[in-house]
């Protein structure tokens, strides 16, 4: 029998049920999230805070990137006006998470509409990373290597936090990052 997991993923059997579990509890130790079964009832408990605190890291990627005058200017009016685009939907679908969930929220796998918030500020965080990547990529042939190296300070801390937050949601493996979650935030001036 094919269950549907809490963030769309399909789970097949008890043992990937239990992977993802495992992998919930692994990241509930990042202090973001709790998992708790409670027989059949698996229940997520989401620190409302940290998924804040990733939404505004991408919002300020976007500013810190787009506020260093060569890589904008090699950026381009075009590049510019996506990736400015991004970052509003990426605020709006903050700003929806927040009104939902106010300071803290219980979230179960049949929660659809916190998952579509959930989903909502990830989808929107993966299209700013992705914007801004293919941006600076574009871009680094044309600015200062000083100049790149902030952009790319920017960029490597918002792919940590993006790193962080699939963790969290059991998306991906967390792999080694370029540094931790807390200097990530504090890179792109976000405090808990």
Do not use: H, W
């Not at 510019?80 to 300071?103: K, W």
Request: hydrophobic share 50%; with cysteine.
């Amino acid at each position: 029998m094919r269950k549907e997991g809490f963030f769309g993923d399909k789970i097949a059997s008890r043992r990937g049920f239990l992977k993802v579990l495992a992998a919930g509890s692994a990241i509930g130790a990042l202090g973001a999230c709790t998992v708790s079964t409670s027989g059949n009832v698996t229940t997520i408990t989401v620190n409302v805070a940290k998924v804040k605190a990733y939404g505004q890291a991408g919002i300020n990627a976007v500013s810190t990137v787009l506020s260093i005058a060569a890589v904008a200017s090699a950026i381009g009016a075009p590049a510019m006006a996506v990736i400015e685009t991004a970052s509003v939907a990426l605020s709006s679908a903050l700003t929806a998470f927040a009104s939902a969930t106010g300071s803290s929220v219980t979230v179960s796998y049949d929660d659809s509409t916190m998952k579509s918030a959930i989903n909502s500020v990830l989808a929107d965080l993966q299209t700013v990373a992705a914007d801004l990547s293919a941006a600076v990529t574009g871009a680094s042939a044309t600015v200062s290597s000083s100049a790149l190296s902030d952009a790319n300070t920017a960029l490597s801390a918002l792919k940590t936090v993006l790193s962080v937050f699939e963790g969290l949601l059991g998306i991906v493996s967390i792999s080694e990052a370029p540094m931790t979650e807390a200097q990530a935030l504090r890179v792109l001036r976000v405090t808990l």
